[in-house]
């Protein structure tokens, strides 16, 4: 239940690619909840958090996008200075290597939600609950 | 049914020789007879139709080139007057007129009765529905393979290229059990399967009969997976007669040679010297039967090898390599030659890449630039970044060893390489020589 899906998109760095992604979902009524860019001098990869990864998925790949679905964690912490140190920490004390992370706009004042990929998702979770930090299930974060 | 002409498939050795000798000195006759510009090759190199006494003495004779059909267009290579000629083929060359190719009567029987035993090779017969996805017209491919289908009997579907949707539909609708066109148009036609919501369970096909352009066997257990078929390589060129000169069995050894009509020679395409059995080197072609355009030791630029071991399935006619590329498709590449089909090769022996690619070749300050671009297969994990320039740096390595240059590795995203209905195009040249 908390394992996000999350959809990576494999992107040339062409001219309109991001806002061919966009467009298609914006067709399909998808809202995108999160999202970031990573990228090379030849491509990129878009990794998305959205409201329907399924339908999502199908779309993009019927239109002939490479996409793939990745499980990812999201962390709710005080929207406060410090609170994300202070979760770095938690990881480091449980040993978890952080692939990468980026943060969701828009989320309730006072809270801040970050997502993380790391390896062994499944196994984190139950580390990361037992350090009682706060998790978000999917069905949350679809809702958001 | 196992052959379709068993006695000339499976003939002796010495027996096919004697054969074709005397085909051959009774081609060079009437060529000689009645093509002019032979007449005057055969002159200049002091030669005549009765100096061919036995079949090494065909390396005699002058050679033909696409330049002599291109110097002599249309008619003054035809053997036979224009009242004698059933139809005419031809080819288009890139640049200018294209190359035209004359068939009597009895030219047109025996390329289908060449087709026929093509198709009973792969294992088609009767009860077969054929799909010739080859373009009908000019260019042999359509037409070709549609006299040799009738001639076996089986339902043909003439679809001719293009389309599609229509392909796939007609494919699924119909039933075809043999689906014959070019390799890459079969590539794509698999890749739209899924587009068009239709499974490779829907289809009936059983067998794919695949030519006309240079091709990988990584390609064919590519198509062979996506379709659910055998994949069949198939030979030929309008200059010789169409397709159908060659094909492989279902051993997969190699393409059988239609000896008894096409005798094939292997050269060193520099010094022209004739290369033993075994050896790399371009095709010659001798038509033994054909009357309308005779052709007599043409060049084919083809690169390959042959053998004339017997093969497993039976049949004694010798059997050619898969084509390892065109020497005019060949690139120079700071002086390394390279052809498009070993990059193809590299690309499919290793996983997690695609058969669709194009190579970009630029010359920037003086040096020569050759970028490989590939399409990303469409379900590849990708999500990591670090993964994907793994792939693009392991596939520029491995070309690197393999064929000895460096080059730029660009992954594209899917279906975003251009498409062929036809022969597929491989290479931008973008050098000003």
Redesign the interface.
């Known amino acids: 239940m908390y394992g996000i899906k999350q959809i990576s998109v494999f992107l040339e760095n062409k001219e309109g690619r991001l806002a061919k992604v966009t467009k298609i979902l914006a067709q399909e009524k998808i809202n995108i909840r999160a999202l970031c860019v990573a990228d090379t001098a030849d491509f990129g990869i878009l990794r998305l958090i959205v409201n329907r990864p399924d339908a999502a998925c199908a779309f993009l790949k019927k239109a002939g996008f490479a996409v793939t679905i990745t499980e990812v964690i999201a962390v709710k912490m005080a929207d406060s200075p410090g609170s994300l140190s202070d979760f770095l920490q938690v990881l480091r004390e449980c040993g978890v290597n952080l692939e990468y992370m980026y943060a969701f706009g828009g989320v309730a004042k006072g809270s801040a939600i970050n997502v993380i990929r790391v390896d062994r998702v499944s196994e984190v979770f139950g580390l990361l609950l037992e350090k009682g930090v706060a998790l978000l299930s999917e069905e949350e974060v679809y809702e958001l | 049914m196992k052959y379709w002409d068993e006695k000339h498939e499976c003939m002796d050795r010495k027996e096919l020789e004697r054969l074709q000798l005397f085909r051959l000195q009774k081609t060079v006759a009437a060529a000689y007879q009645s093509v002019g510009p032979f007449r005057q090759k055969m002159r200049d190199k002091g030669v005549l139709p009765g100096d061919v006494k036995t079949l090494e003495d065909i390396r005699l004779l002058p050679f033909m080139s696409k330049q002599d059909l291109r110097d002599y267009y249309p008619f003054a290579l035809f053997g036979k007057p224009l009242s004698e000629i059933a139809r005419i083929h031809a080819s288009s060359g890139t640049t200018g007129k294209p190359i035209v190719i004359g068939y009597t009567k009895n030219d047109l029987d025996i390329w289908s009765e060449v087709v026929a035993r093509c198709l009973t090779m792969v294992g088609a017969d009767k009860n077969d529905i054929i799909q010739i996805s080859y373009g009908y017209g000019l260019f042999t491919g359509g037409l070709g393979l549609h006299d040799g289908a009738g001639k076996i009997g089986a339902a043909v579907i003439p679809a001719s290229s293009g389309n599609s949707q229509r392909q796939i539909m007609l494919m699924k609708d119909l039933g075809a059990t043999v689906l014959c066109c070019t390799p890459s148009y079969a590539l794509y036609l698999s890749e739209l399967l899924a587009?068009f919501g239709v499974k490779k369970e829907d289809l009936k096909l059983k067998y794919a009969v695949l030519g006309a352009e240079a091709w990988t066997s990584g390609m064919a257990r590519e198509i062979e997976q996506r379709l659910g078929v055998s994949a069949h390589n198939i030979y030929g060129l309008t200059e010789v007669i169409g397709p159908g000169v060659a094909i492989e069995c279902q051993a997969g050894q190699g393409m059988h040679i239609s000896e008894d009509h096409f005798l094939v020679e292997v050269i060193d395409p520099e010094t022209e010297e004739v290369l033993p059995d075994g050896m790399t080197g371009e095709l010659v072609f001798t038509c033994l039967t054909k009357e309308g355009t005779p052709t007599i030791r043409y060049r084919t630029r083809d690169l390959s090898k042959i053998t004339k071991e017997k093969c497993s399935c039976g049949r004694t006619l010798a059997r050619m390599d898969r084509i390892m590329g065109r020497s005019d498709d060949m690139l120079t590449i700071r002086g390394v030659n390279v052809y498009p089909s070993q990059i193809e090769s590299v690309l499919l022996d290793m996983g997690q890449t695609s058969p669709n690619y194009h190579l970009v070749v630029d010359r920037v300050n003086n040096l020569d630039i050759l970028e490989v671009q590939m399409e990303?297969?469409?379900?590849?994990?990708?999500?990591?970044?670090r993964q994907?320039?793994a792939l693009a740096v392991g596939i520029r390595r491995k070309i690197e060893q393999t064929l000895g240059i460096s080059c730029k590795v660009?992954?594209?995203?899917?279906?975003?390489l251009p498409r062929s209905e036809g022969k597929a195009k491989r290479v931008t040249d973008r050098r000003k020589m």
């Open positions: 587009e990303i297969p469409g379900d590849l994990a990708l999500d990591g970044i994907l320039e660009t992954l594209v995203e899917p279906r975003s």
